[in-house]
């Protein structure tokens, strides 16, 4: 498969030109991809999914503040709630993708700084790192906006979760990139929806969900939680919230 990329010395370059362009024309600014592969083109794949992206976040955005923490007269949405809620017809379209396009690096920084430029800025914030657009590192971090909305939507549709799109809308910064895509609880589905829909019921507050996120590294030393099923986790999680919601009121 045919599919476009970014080094990541290009890309960092490019970023740092369309910031300096803010406020004027960055029409004649030509990001320098490179194509890698060859058979079928990548191209209306990826095109399919930017078009499809871009008109549901301008349908999203008109449901927040400039903050992207309010909505005026409509469905309270943050800015987590918007990349949630977007991963999913994201994480869709591409997921037709072969694995050499998405384990490119190149590929996610191609995305990040050319066709989700903006998107990343309003989501990051207008000064955000250049990690945030896949640049400034080797390989894409979780700070990737566009490899981060993949993975997490991935995440929930490999789960048994009635609804994968419902869960992967859970807000929640720091619980989906510190506490699930960051750490191995991402590479077990069933742990990380179960704990998503546990913050989603709002049975733990933030420093409740630390603390279980700190049990369950520990207790991964003793348990695989993959080959565990949903009820078995979903009973972990709760014990687990149980006690760590003890021991944070007690402290």
């Known amino acids: 498969m045919r599919y476009p990329t970014l080094s990541g010395v290009d ?7 369309r910031r300096a362009a803010d406020g004027g024309d960055h029409s004649a600014l030509v990001a320098p991809i490179t194509f890698k592969g060859s058979g079928a083109e990548a191209t209306p794949f990826v095109d399919g999914a930017i078009r499809e992206f871009r008109e549901e976040f301008g349908r999203l955005q008109r449901r927040t503040s400039k903050s992207g923490a309010k909505a005026s007269g409509d469905q309270e949405l943050t800015k987590d709630g918007v990349e949630g809620d977007l991963s999913s017809a994201f994480h869709s379209n591409l997921s037709e993708l072969n694995a050499a396009v998405l384990t490119d690096p190149g590929f996610w920084r191609y995305l990040g700084c050319v066709e989700m430029f903006s998107f990343v800025r309003w989501r990051d914030g207008q000064d955000c790192k250049l990690e945030s657009f896949g640049a400034g590192s080797s390989f894409p971090t979780w700070d990737c906006v566009p490899l981060r909305m993949y993975v997490r939507s991935r995440i929930c549709v490999e789960s048994s979760a009635a609804d994968p799109a419902a869960v992967a809308t859970i807000a929640g910064t720091d619980l989906w990139r510190s506490h699930i895509l960051r750490v191995k609880t991402g590479n077990a589905p069933e742990l990380a929806v179960a704990l998503a829909q546990a913050w989603g019921r709002k049975e733990m ?13 520990r207790l991964r030393s003793n348990i695989m939680f993959e080959v565990l099923d949903a009820d078995q986790v979903n009973d972990m999680i709760a014990n687990q919230i149980v006690e760590s919601t003890l021991r944070v009121e007690n402290s």
């Open 11 to 17: 890309a960092t370059a490019y970023v740092e030109a």
């Open 205 to 217: 507050t933030t420093d409740t969900v630390r603390d279980v996120a700190k049990r369950i590294k």
